[in-house]
Each structure stands twice: as structure tokens, then as C-alpha cells.
T-cell receptor, first 117, second 119 residues
Framework: ETGVTQTPRHLVMGMTNKKSLKCEQH?????MYWYKQSAKKPLELMFV???????ENNSVPSRFSPECPNSSHLFLHLHTLQPEDSALYLC????????????????FGPGTRLTVL | AQKVTQAQTEISVVEKEDVTLDCVYE???????LFWYKQPPSGELVFLIR??????QNEISGRYSWNFQKSTSSFNFTITASQVVDSAVYFC????????????????FGQGTTLQVKP
């Protein structure tokens, strides 16, 4: 596997279900991100992890729960979702630094298309 | 406030035409980065270019070129001699660094421009 992979690619769930999205990066990066892409809306940053520590939570409802067990893996646990949560969920990774105004591009996975019934 | 505006929602051209995608940004930061990403129907965002705020030189990569104008806060993207494979959604993004717990970048995306290139 190369780049950033996401599983599953498609997911249909009911509002009472619990499911998890998985992201894995094979690039040796140390920062990972979850984005939500809804129809007719720009990509919205949800969470940022740097060195396995959550550094940003963009006012995301608690029904979305991220987990980053190591620098290569990122999960998004879902429970009691709403139909408006249906969207494409994109994972990305980048190489961050601990100091200096240095910025690297993010590499994205193919996304998980989530439908909440 | 940080904001990216891509005023063109959809553009349709015929193959071999040149097309320019507009991007206007707002930021109070003196150091920032601008990006373009391509999202084909498969869904994965593909990185095209990164430009930092101190480098206003235009860049050309094959049929792609970018025009960064700090005076007008614009970072426009031109595809020369467009091809059907260029059909995709193109996103402009503004990046600025957060300095807490490491230097992870936060990207603010525009709404995207859907480009359709017809044969």
C-alpha cells in the first residue's frame, strides 16, 4: 500500500448504529487530519493530530470521536449520527515540524462516502 | 478572518481551450501558504502546487501555470490547451501554521470550481 488509504470506501448506517472509519498513511508523516466534505460546501477541517496528540478540534459534535493510536493510523468513531452527517470523510497526512514557520502539503486519502439513514 | 473565495462554481470549456480558475484569499498573517488541489471523480484530492507568501514568482508546470498577486490577494490557476482528463473539481486553499504542540498546518479551502472539459 502506498500513500493514504481509507476503509471502508462506502458506508451506510442507521442513526442508532456505531461504526468506525479507518485511515492509514504509509508516508512516514507525523500529522493526520479528518475533513468532512458535504455537497455544496467547502471542505471542513474536523480534527488534527500531531505526534499522536490532538491539537485541534474544530467544534465537532461529540457523536464524532477521533482516535490516533500511532502516527500511521487514525480512526473516526461514529455513534448516533444524524442524516445531515452524510458526507465524504477525507483523511490527510503531512509532515509537521516542531519549530519554525515551515509548512508542508497534505496528502489525502480517497475518502469514505458515508450515508446516514 | 481567514477565507478563500472561488467565485466560479462551474466552468465548461471545449478541449484545447485555455481556462483560468480564480482564487481570492483573505488573511492577516504575513506568513502563509497557498495551495491548489484537484479532486477527480474518484474523490481523492491531489496536490498540485504550494506557494509561500514571500514568493510571488509565477510558476509553470507543463500545461499548468499559477499567477500569485499579493496586491490583489489572488492566486489564479490557468490550464493551457485543456484536456478531458482535466475535468475535476479544483480547490484553492490557504494554509497557516499553528504553533501549539507542533507546527501542523491548517488548511482553509474555497468552495471549489467544477471544471468540465468537453471533447
Amino acid at each position: 500500500e502506498t500513500g493514504v488509504t481509507q476503509t471502508p470506501r462506502h458506508l451506510v448506517m442507521g442513526m442508532t448504529n456505531k461504526k468506525s472509519l479507518k485511515c492509514e498513511q504509509h508516508l512516514g508523516h507525523n500529522a493526520m487530519y479528518w475533513y468532512k466534505q458535504s455537497a455544496k460546501k467547502p471542505l471542513e477541517l474536523m480534527f488534527v493530530y500531531s505526534l499522536e496528540e490532538r491539537v485541534e478540534n474544530n467544534s465537532v459534535p461529540s457523536r464524532f470521536s477521533p482516535e490516533c493510536p500511532n502516527s500511521s493510523h487514525l480512526f473516526l468513531h461514529l455513534h448516533t449520527l444524524q442524516p445531515e452527517d452524510s458526507a465524504l470523510y477525507l483523511c490527510a497526512s503531512s509532515q509537521s515540524r516542531l519549530a519554525g514557520a515551515w509548512y508542508n502539503e497534505q496528502f489525502f486519502g480517497p475518502g469514505t462516502r458515508l450515508t446516514v439513514l | 478572518a481567514q477565507k478563500v473565495t472561488q467565485a466560479q462554481t462551474e466552468i465548461s470549456v471545449v478541449e484545447k481551450e485555455d481556462v483560468t480558475l480564480d482564487c481570492v484569499y483573505e488573511t492577516r498573517d504575513t506568513t502563509y501558504y497557498l495551495f491548489w488541489y484537484k479532486q477527480p471523480p474518484s474523490g481523492e484530492l491531489v496536490f498540485l502546487i504550494r506557494r509561500n507568501s514571500f514568493d510571488e514568482q509565477n510558476e509553470i508546470s507543463g500545461r499548468y501555470s499559477w499567477n500569485f498577486q499579493k496586491s490583489t490577494s489572488s492566486f489564479n490557476f490557468t490550464i493551457t490547451a485543456s484536456q478531458v482528463v482535466d475535468s475535476a473539481v479544483y480547490f484553492c486553499a490557504l494554509g497557516h501554521t499553528t504553533f501549539s504542540s507542533g507546527n501542523t498546518g491548517k488548511l482553509i479551502f474555497g468552495q471549489g470550481t467544477t471544471l468540465q472539459v468537453k471533447p
